[in-house]
């Protein structure tokens, strides 16, 4: 079992940055997978980035390549969404999730456990 809590979401204008944190409980942190989806108001959960356990592999939507980067410090038991030059279409809900069970990263259904969120709102 592991609880997440996401943090250091807010309120940005167009071109901006912002440095999503994920805590994580537990002491098995660094055996999970972790993942960053998002859900805008009215849209499906759509999945954002993902790291491996290792940090050694990276997954990205194509929306946000190139100017997001998912990282992870095991020792802190912590994962990181850099979002460099947002915009508003970025604007949405932010959760972070973990996978025990090596599905796919790019699927939500596969993740097990489930931050509450944090909400990123872009301006124009």
């Known amino acids: 079992q592991v609880q997440l809590v996401e943090s250091g979401g807010g309120l940005v204008q167009a071109g901006d940055s912002l440095r999503l944190s994920c805590a994580a409980s537990?002491?098995?942190?660094?055996?999970?997978?972790m993942g960053w989806f998002r859900q805008a108001p009215g849209k499906k959960r759509e999945f954002v980035a993902a790291i491996s356990w290792s940090g050694g592999s990276t997954y990205y939507a194509d929306s946000v390549k190139g100017r997001f980067t998912i990282s992870r410090d095991n020792a802190k038991n912590t994962v990181y969404l850099q979002m460099n030059s947002l915009k508003p279409e970025d604007t949405a809900v932010y959760y972070c999730?973990?996978?025990?069970?090596?599905?796919?990263?790019?699927?939500?259904?596969?993740?097990?456990?489930w931050g509450q969120g944090t909400q990123v709102t872009v301006s124009s």
């Open positions: 537990g002491r098995t942190f660094s055996r999970y997978a």
């Open positions: 999730a973990a996978d025990e069970s090596s599905g796919d990263r790019y699927r939500d259904r596969d993740y097990d456990y």
